[in-house]
């Protein structure tokens, strides 16, 4: 039907598929990937969240050559101060449904790079080594928590509301990781006291940067990583 804005490291159409409205997402990961993806989905689809659910090929498989089709979901993002707590319990309700889940493949998460200095999207090795200090100094804080799928980039286009539900879409950033990262929410959601606050803004806003480097946006978190 026509393109979708948002997404980066796809190309994403509006489809129909036998008279009903989907999402078409065509990508150029390998297919270790979208099997780990989808089949994220489809547990918590099962588990109630409301997510966008594979639409399986006539023979059954849930992409082909880097395609995903998948429902399409309902709903505004959030914009008021209750809309954004319902947000932050259905975050949280991810990270409880997935407690030790397997890697994304070719994923590190924050405290993986604390050693490691590449990660799918993520070279250390092309930012500033003073910026890569004060990353890791951030994701430092978060050794020894425990870890889980967090959505990776709950900002308001990936998070649809109803008067029922709360959705979430977009999950081409999802990874295992600490869960502090996905909890940075207007109007502090989550209900996170100073100290933890602080300690997850801090290690989103290195991620963010590392991420995303090295555009304008990588550039300004990074400014918001405090000097080690």
């Given at each position: 039907?026509?393109?979708?804005?948002?997404?980066?490291?796809?190309?994403?159409?509006?489809?129909?598929?036998?008279?009903?409205?989907?999402v078409g997402r065509l990508g150029t990961r390998s297919d270790a990937?979208?099997?780990?993806?989808?089949?994220?989905?489809?547990?918590?689809?099962?588990?109630?969240?409301?997510?966008?659910?594979?639409?399986?090929?006539?023979?059954?498989?849930?992409?082909?050559?880097?395609?995903?089709?998948?429902?399409?979901?309902?709903?505004?993002?959030?914009?008021?101060?209750?809309?954004?707590?319902?947000?932050a319990d259905t975050l949280r309700r991810l990270h409880r449904l997935?407690?030790?889940?397997?890697?994304?493949?070719?994923?590190?998460?924050?405290?993986?790079?604390?050693?490691?200095?590449?990660?799918?999207?993520?070279?250390?090795?092309?930012?500033?080594?003073?910026?890569?200090?004060?990353?890791?100094?951030?994701?430092?804080?978060?050794?020894?928590?425990?870890?889980?799928?967090v959505h990776g980039d709950p900002n308001p286009r990936n998070i649809?509301?109803?008067?029922?539900?709360?959705?979430?879409?977009?999950?081409?950033?999802?990874?295992?990781?600490?869960?502090?990262?996905?909890?940075?929410?207007?109007?502090?959601?989550?209900?996170?006291?100073?100290?933890?606050?602080?300690?997850?803004?801090?290690?989103?806003?290195?991620?963010?940067?590392?991420?995303?480097?090295?555009?304008?946006?990588?550039?300004?978190?990074?400014?918001?990583?405090?000097?080690?």
């Open positions: 039907m026509e393109p979708l804005t948002g997404g980066v490291a796809n190309d994403v159409w509006s489809v129909r598929v036998q008279g009903h409205r989907a990937d979208p099997a780990w993806e989808t089949a994220l989905l489809q547990y918590l689809d099962r588990e109630g969240l409301t997510v966008l659910v594979p639409i399986p090929t006539i023979d059954g498989r849930l992409f082909a050559d880097g395609l995903v089709v998948m429902t399409y979901v309902e709903g505004e993002p959030p914009e008021t101060e209750a809309d954004w707590r319902r947000a997935t407690a030790g889940w397997p890697q994304r493949p070719g994923w590190r998460s924050s405290t993986d790079l604390l050693h490691a200095e590449t990660g799918t999207k993520i070279d250390l090795a092309a930012m500033p080594p003073e910026g890569v200090a004060r990353c890791r100094a951030a994701w430092a804080r978060l050794v020894g928590r425990q870890t889980c799928v649809r509301v109803t008067p029922d539900r709360v959705a979430l879409i977009d999950w081409d950033e999802s990874h295992v990781d600490v869960p502090d990262l996905d909890l940075v929410l207007p109007h502090n959601a989550a209900g996170l006291d100073g100290g933890a606050h602080d300690i997850a803004a801090q290690a989103s806003a290195a991620w963010e940067a590392a991420v995303c480097w090295d555009d304008a946006y990588a550039i300004k978190r990074l400014a918001d990583v405090r000097a080690v």
